[in-house]
């Protein structure tokens, strides 16, 4: 099971840090990612994490988010620098059992979304 926190309202330029809560079972060897759908649009890969420490992002975020994972409290995090316009959409956490992937339909377990709106 995983559930999504920390997503508001900001202002173009600000900073948000979204958590997702892991809970159920432990996860060690899948690949964990964000997605985001924004509005009237599809989903689409935000970051990930292999269980090596390799990150990977999409182009439209790299350099201004960070996703890192706390094992030990099994927490997965999004740290979002320099918010834009374009970074609203409703954010996901998902897990893939299979690893690395771009693609939704290739993750088996995702949370409910947080909602994070850059307006100002």
């Known amino acids: 099971q995983l559930r999504e926190s920390g997503g508001e309202l900001v202002q173009p330029g600000n900073s948000l840090r979204l958590s997702c809560i892991i809970s159920?079972?432990?996860?060690?060897?899948?690949?964990f990612s964000w997605f985001r759908q924004p509005p009237g649009k599809e989903r689409e890969f935000v970051a990930g994490?292999?269980?090596?420490?390799?990150?990977y992002y999409s182009d439209s975020v790299k350099g201004r988010f960070t996703i890192s994972r706390l094992s030990s409290e099994n927490i997965l995090f999004l740290e979002m620098n320099n918010l834009k316009a374009d970074d609203t959409g409703l954010y996901y956490c998902?897990?893939?059992?299979?690893?690395?992937?771009?693609?939704?339909?290739?993750?088996?377990?995702w949370g409910l979304g947080t909602q994070v709106t850059v307006s100002s």
């Open positions: 994490l292999r269980p090596s420490g390799n990150r």
């Open positions: 998902a897990i893939a059992r299979r690893g690395y992937s771009r693609v939704p339909k290739d993750f088996d377990i």
């Open positions: 159920g079972r432990t996860y060690s060897s899948h690949f």
